[in-house]
Nanobody
Framework: QVKLVESGGGLVQPGGSLRLSCAAS????????MDWYRQAPGKQRELVAH???????NYADSVKGRFTISRDNAKSTVYLQMNSLKPEDTAVYYC?????????WGQGTQVTVSS
């Protein structure tokens, strides 16, 4: 069984930074792609950032230049560095990982950007 544990969310002022982490544990032979999603109140869940096994990345237009996704394969962990945060970044952030053809989700971590 695969379990994902997220951390790093919280309350931050506009313009501030946060770093989210998502650590996977369990029987994992190889993690393929890793993603960060977010869901704001009353909105659909949206893809924020994606990273492949080889480290290639892509981002939602709304976060390009401000967010950076990275991964540490030795630790089975994916990160999301978020800079220049805006109130519209407020949401619950979820990580997921692909192992073979199965996807696993974290429990979500709240990020609130407010003065």
């Amino acid at each position: 069984q695969v379990k994902l544990v997220e951390s790093g969310g919280g309350l931050v002022q506009p313009g501030g930074s946060l770093r989210l982490s998502c650590a996977a544990s369990g029987t994992i032979f190889r993690i393929n792609a890793m993603d960060w999603y977010r869901q704001a109140p009353g909105k659909q869940r949206e893809l924020v950032a994606h990273i492949t096994t080889d480290g290639a990345t892509n981002y939602a237009d709304s976060v390009k230049g401000r967010f950076t996704i990275s991964r540490d394969n030795a630790k089975s962990t994916v990160y999301l560095q978020m800079n220049s945060l805006k109130p519209e970044d407020t949401a619950v952030y979820y990580c997921n990982i692909w192992v073979g053809n199965r996807v696993y989700w974290g429990q979500g971590t709240q990020v609130t950007v407010s003065s």
